[in-house]
């Protein structure tokens, strides 16, 4: 299988091979993929295991909404997912801190709330890493002795966007990794890779289809190139002496929808009618058109927003990709358990933010409303990496079990290098989520932020969110506020019920209105 290696520095002559790109993030923390391998160790056994560093398995993926089998949604098809989730800790409000690939990432590599308008765009690394010395994630692991790997969509470019391929010199991280690899195979460069069509086919941007299933193998699309490396990487780190982490990235469930047709089948789209909340608001909003899935792609004049046929075929076609990714997942999970019988790994699985398939009549993210900024998050951490019992000894252990407080993306930063022993950076924005791992039960201890472009906020606790968004030509900002308990799909703006809570939230969020 082809790869090009960041340290051998590829120019792209010949057959263009490829460098790092945007990745959905997944990081497992993990006691082993098997039930089998939930067995804690007591004792001296156990506290030698503490001594050691963990490996760290870091998975990201690609615009994963959090409608999913473990959380009870019966149309996903995702084994995979699932069965990792009887082992970990879901939570199952997690928030982005902005609903975009490169923004997203560079939040959790810096595990700081965005600063400057700068860091919500997707070359927010490309832009902003110079000034964060060997204090990004993966750098701060190699800084403590980690051997640090990087495969598929981790960041968002490999390169310079000078590049013609995205390919040219400087890197987005430096500093970060020993190997930063995407599997080249077919494809010719990075951004067709990103955007990838079947045996190496790119994107004709606004004239290619959002939806390709085409008969053939799993590795006719980039996922299944991502899950065979990856599995080559696992059997490499093995017979290394130094502790590592490793972050691998998929693309899919990322546009186009796109997967061999026998995922396809899988789904009937009759079963995708539109959401409750498919209506554009009627109120002054944070609406948009949905520009990426419209200008990028071709519809053959069809709009899902008034041809419900479309509509079922292109969710049909988001669930065939996640199904797709899920069994590439899978594999990888697989091998992971055959590398580490005793599950001494820690691994984290995340969804960089999430997408929207006609809530709102949008499809795509780029908006502050909860389908844009709620996506997964599972973590698993060995029996040897945590302190305490469950929060009481009826209660079953943390494994297995979903959290309910509100997390964000922020939080994964200190919560792998606490999992790993490490010293916490000062200045980190988030926090880590060792407690809530080891008490699932525990409540919220504070609410989620959201960014977006042109000044627009939001603020997320249990039950309300709050969005502001610029006025027009200096007029007043937009408020919308939202009341989960009694509204779950955003249909009403009650702000002007409510004005007390607008007035406390608004306050919540004035540090973050630079």
């Excluded at 030698?48 to 473990?70: F, H, M, T």
């Excluded at 598929?152 to 020993?178: Q, R």
């Excluded at 929060?391 to 407080?405: E, F, N, W």
């Amino acid at each position: 299988m082809p790869l090009c290696h960041l340290a051998d520095r590829c120019t792209g002559r010949g057959r263009p091979d490829i460098l790092r790109s945007k990745v959905a993030v997944i990081v497992l923390l993990s006691f082993g993929w098997g039930g089998g391998h939930l067995a804690i160790a007591e004792g001296p056994a156990l506290a030698e295991k503490a001594s050691r560093p963990p490996n760290v398995l870091l998975i990201c993926i690609d615009d994963l909404r959090n409608q999913l089998g473990y959380l009870g949604e019966s149309r996903a098809q995702t084994p995979a997912l699932d069965r990792f989730a009887e082992t970990a800790v879901g939570f199952s409000r997690h928030y982005t801190q902005v609903p975009t690939c490169g923004a997203s990432r560079a939040a959790l590599m810096r595990g700081r709330y965005p600063e400057v308008a700068a860091h919500l765009s997707n070359d927010a690394i490309l832009k902003t890493h110079a000034s964060w010395g060997d204090e990004s994630l993966p750098a701060w692991f190699r800084r403590h002795g980690y051997q640090t790997r990087s495969l598929g969509k981790v960041t968002h470019y490999p390169g310079n966007l000078a590049g013609s391929n995205w390919d040219a010199l400087p890197e987005e991280l430096p500093a970060a990794w020993d190997r930063a690899t995407i599997p080249a195979g077919p494809w010719p460069h990075a951004e067709a890779i990103m955007h990838g069509f079947a045996a190496g086919r790119a994107r004709s941007r606004g004239v290619s289809p959002p939806i390709e299933a085409l008969e053939g193998p799993d590795s006719l699309y980039p996922d299944a190139w991502v899950a065979d490396a990856a599995i080559e990487t696992l059997a490499d780190l093995r017979a290394t002496s130094a502790p590592w982490f490793f972050a691998v990235g998929f693309f899919k469930p990322h546009l186009p929808f796109a997967a061999p047709r026998a995922w396809f089948d899988r789904h009937d789209p009759d079963d995708f009618d539109p959401p409750a909340n498919a209506a554009k608001p009627n109120w002054p909003s944070g609406w948009h058109a949905s520009g990426e899935f419209r200008k990028n792609y071709g519809h053959g004049g069809r709009d899902p927003d008034h041809d419900a046929q479309y509509a079922r075929e292109l969710r049909r076609a988001y669930a065939a990709s996640v199904s797709y990714m899920d069994h590439q997942l899978g594999r990888l999970l697989e091998s992971l358990d055959r590398s580490d019988p005793e599950g001494e790994t820690v691994v984290m699985i995340w969804g960089d933010h999430g997408f929207l398939l006609g809530e709102h009549a949008i499809w795509g993210k780029h908006c502050l409303y909860e389908e844009a900024l709620r996506s997964p998050l599972l973590v698993r951490a060995p029996a040897s990496r945590r302190r305490s019992a469950p929060i009481d000894a009826g209660q079953p252990p943390s494994h297995g079990r979903l959290c309910q407080a509100v997390v964000e993306t922020i939080d994964l930063f200190p919560t792998l290098v606490d999992l790993a022993g490490l010293p916490t950076p000062e200045g980190l924005s988030g926090k880590s989520l060792r407690p809530w791992l080891e008490q699932p039960g525990r409540p919220s201890d504070r609410p989620a932020i959201g960014f977006w472009s042109g000044g627009a906020r939001t603020i997320r606790d249990d039950r309300w969110r709050l969005i502001r968004t610029a006025g027009r030509r200096g007029s007043e900002p937009v408020i919308e506020l939202f009341d989960y308990d009694n509204d779950p799909g955003e249909t009403r703006n009650v702000a002007h019920l409510h004005p007390e809570i607008v007035a406390a939230l608004t306050a919540a969020l004035e540090p973050h209105n630079w």
